[in-house]
């Protein structure tokens, strides 16, 4: 992620996304904070003058956060430059790091498996203890938020009710009659956990990619592997299932930072955007953009202003 406040020279940063970064075992639908696979741009990255430098990957829901944080810290007087949609983690990380950006929204899971692909870590401690462990000593992040952006087994509504499930867990009892739903590579990197770690045994498994969350809907699929802040969520009606045994890591949207660059205003404000910020606020945000077509400039500043932030 980028970062820059002062302090700094000029950095120069040209690197091309390679790929997405490896998730910490979450799904590859699109829209997901994984796959974000663009190339940075060329230039300079200039932190002179006292400017807070902020970055953001290329989708929608990074350059929103990204907003929220720049207005933010807009309204609390730090100069503030954005640089949306720069690309894959491999670029946008490495320019953090160097100090070329300032401050970038990240998720605590996936940046933890970028950084440690070993890792085991699920549950939001978990994750957060071992990143302040594995990252380098110029970077930090700040307070996780509780809104988080990460794979879940999601059903409609009517399928919760009638079958009284309320967790992952409840699953086993109806999975042999189910047919489950994801990305291509779903099944083979879930099946074997989801046996071992819950007990199922689903009656088929389907690869139904980006149109998993309509599968749900109209019933060719019971249950599939949808992001907790697809908008399709609350258009189709989808209740994501607890997973009371982590087997999905924690993805809270967490501020990474350059250490050096940082100061008390921008912790401050950061750590009062986290403790607001939830993944029905952000479901619900995203939907404006998605379906309502509203800029995320647009709507940054509406929440800000209804939290009282901005």
Do not use: H
């Not at 509780?146 to 794979?151: I, L």
């Not at 989801?194 to 689903?202: A, H, I, P, Q, R």
């Not at 949207?253 to 029905?280: C, F, M, Q």
């Amino acid at each position: 992620m980028r970062r820059k406040y002062g302090v700094a020279g000029v950095f120069l940063t040209a690197m091309l996304a390679l790929a997405a970064c490896g998730g910490g075992g979450g799904g590859s639908t699109g829209g997901n904070p994984l796959d974000t696979t663009s190339a940075a741009p060329t230039g300079s990255a200039s932190g002179a003058g006292g400017k807070a430098v902020i970055g953001s990957f290329d989708f929608d829901e990074s350059a929103l956060l990204a907003s929220i944080y720049a207005q933010a810290l807009e309204a609390k007087g730090v100069q503030v430059e954005e640089k949306p949609r720069i690309g894959s983690r491999e670029v946008v990380y490495d320019q953090v790091k160097s100090g070329g950006l300032t401050i970038v929204p990240e998720y605590n899971g996936n940046l933890l498996a970028f950084i440690d692909p070993e890792t085991t870590a699920g549950t939001t401690d978990e994750v957060n203890t071992s990143l302040k462990e594995k990252l380098p000593a110029e970077l930090e992040v700040l307070d996780s938020s509780p809104a988080e952006d990460k794979d879940s087994l999601s059903v409609t509504k009517d399928t919760q009710t009638k079958q009284s499930l309320n967790s992952i867990e409840d699953l086993a009892k109806v999975s042999k009659d189910f047919v489950v739903g994801g990305p291509p590579e779903f099944k083979k990197r879930w099946e074997a956990q989801f046996e071992k770690v819950y007990g199922l045994t689903f009656k088929e498994w389907k690869p139904t990619g980006p149109t998993t969350a309509d599968a749900i809907k109209d019933g060719s699929i019971q249950v599939g592997n949808v992001f907790t802040t697809d908008p399709k969520m609350t258009a189709n009606n989808l209740v994501p299932l607890q997973d009371p045994k982590n087997i999905f890591p924690a993805q809270n949207v967490t501020p990474l930072l350059y250490k050096a660059s940082a100061d008390d205003t921008i912790r401050t404000t950061l750590n009062g955007i986290s403790a607001k910020l939830t993944t029905e606020s952000l479901l619900q945000m995203m939907q404006q953009i998605s379906v309502n077509k509203d800029e995320p400039a647009t709507v940054a500043k509406e929440w800000l202003t209804t939290n009282g932030l901005g």
